[in-house]
């Protein structure tokens, strides 16, 4: 762990007790309980250590300090400093390089050739495929029998982007692709991973280079075939085929690290929205999502309200830096912003734990108040398909009839990652099952306070 944070560091800023080596491990494994039971009741920041006086690793709180965070790219780095280290010199060498970690004029050279796929004409290709995508799933199938709408979700989201970014029809090889680019950076997640770091068959670095490899060599031979054809509609195509004003162009190790981006940033995180909007709406009995701007308002207020990234992807502070009149934060410090704790702000949200979709009806609050994307220049890049293709799933489901929600019990984890699951299935049934009695329960009334939508 030593490349992600040095507990040597020293900032004269309280925090909670404890060792930081322990505490930045508890925070890392689940950052939405230690945000808002250690840090959110004692600690209002703007800078606030995860141990208190040390500067390893800390949280910035408030619209100002988020402003900072988001803004001075040039202090507040995207991580790229030997987390996912991949030997050097190999053809899938670059698999954990993605614009969502490139700093500097690397990320904005590769954020321009990235912006066709998300172009209005594309957009308008992923709506189409979405529409198509549902047709095939249980909420458009009917009948009694009860699913899991998490693991239906799942189904769709990994459909939609096979579709839609590799232009792949989502059969039992793909899928399996899919699974494989998904499952890369969940292995990180096991120190085992990088304790060893030596590429042997019986180490599980070995293993995992291996596994890396694999997936690169399928998408590798998927990229060349689509620079080989006539330009397509989906969004590997428009990669293939795109050059900036000087002729520049990705190569086919960016696309597949970019590929690889996509599927980790994108796949559970937008299947997850779509299950804890489609939680909220149903655990609310007398909501009525009528029109596009009332469910506008529903997706909103759930991703405020539950959202599936609680807390920021880390960036590294290149320089002593002080924010928003706090003690300054160390050079070397690992800094997170929490959307989990912005979100549940009284002062921009009054009564927060309080699913009120009216919030959102002709109000804008600010981008640093709220913000399951990120903000600026760092805004997520799937920002807008991952918005066109929750909207455009969750109207399919409740034009054909809302289903009956019948498990009330919702635990709320960090499951994957970044990414917010519910511990156990959520079951729901179109057909005439009888519905769940009793309001939602489960640790995600942490988060939702009171079941009754209030407008």
């Not at 060498?93 to 500097?104: E, H, P, Q, Y």
């Not at 980790?264 to 939680?279: D, H, I, N, P, Q």
């Not at 959202?307 to 002080?322: G, N, Y």
Request: proline share 8%; hydrophobic share 40%; glycine share 8%.
């Amino acid at each position: 762990m030593a490349k992600m944070f040095d507990t040597a560091l020293r900032i004269d800023a309280a925090g909670p007790a404890g060792n930081p080596i322990i505490n930045n491990l508890r925070f890392l494994r689940h950052p939405a309980w230690y945000a808002l039971d250690r840090i959110a009741p004692e600690f209002p920041g703007p800078v606030v250590p995860l141990t208190g006086r040390n500067g390893s690793v800390v949280l910035l709180r408030g619209e100002e300090a988020v402003r900072q965070y988001f803004t001075d790219n040039d202090t507040f780095h995207r991580l790229s400093d030997g987390v996912f280290t991949l030997p050097e010199g190999r053809p899938w060498s670059l698999m954990f390089d993605a614009v969502i970690t490139f700093n500097g004029e690397r990320h904005r050279r590769s954020r321009k050739l990235l912006m066709p796929i998300v172009h209005k004409s594309a957009m308008e290709h992923y709506a189409v495929v979405f529409a198509g995508t549902f047709k095939r799933t249980r909420f458009a199938a009917g009948g009694d029998e009860p699913f899991d709408m998490a693991a239906e979700f799942l189904d769709i989201t990994r459909a939609n982007m096979l579709t839609c970014l590799l232009g792949l029809e989502p059969d039992e090889e793909n899928v399996a692709l899919a699974y494989a680019v998904s499952r890369l950076l969940q292995s990180t997640l096991n120190p085992m991973v990088f304790m060893y770091q030596k590429e042997r068959d019986w180490t599980p670095y070995g293993r995992w280079t291996r596994q890396v490899a694999a997936v690169y060599e399928r998408l590798a031979e998927i990229i060349e075939r689509r620079r080989a054809e006539e330009p397509r509609r989906d969004a590997l195509s428009i990669l293939c085929h795109t050059t900036d004003e000087n002729g520049d162009s990705l190569t086919t190790p960016e696309i597949a690290g970019e590929l690889h981006g996509m599927f980790a940033a994108g796949f559970e995180t937008t299947a997850m929205s779509m299950t804890w909007a489609l939680l909220t709406i149903l655990g609310t009995p007398d909501l009525e999502v009528s029109d596009e701007e009332q469910l506008d308002a529903v997706v909103k207020e759930s991703q405020r309200l539950i959202p599936t990234v609680p807390l920021s992807l880390p960036r590294r502070v290149t320089r002593e830096i002080e924010v928003d009149g706090a003690p300054p934060i160390p050079r070397g410090a690992l800094a997170f912003t929490a959307p989990l704790l912005e979100h549940h702000d009284p002062a921009a949200f009054p009564d927060p734990g309080v699913f009120r979709p009216s919030r959102w009806i002709g109000a804008r609050p600010s981008p640093y108040a709220f913000l399951p994307y990120g903000v600026g220049q760092r805004r997520c890049l799937g920002a807008s398909f991952a918005d066109l293709q929750i909207r455009t799933t969750l109207a399919l489901i409740l034009a054909a009839g809302k289903p009956r929600l019948l498990t009330t019990e919702v635990d709320y984890r960090i499951k994957s990652g970044a990414t917010a699951f519910p511990k156990k299935p959520i079951m729901v049934s179109t057909g005439s099952h009888p519905a769940a009695a009793g309001p939602i329960t489960g640790t995600v009334t942490k988060l939702w306070k009171r079941s009754p939508a209030t407008g």
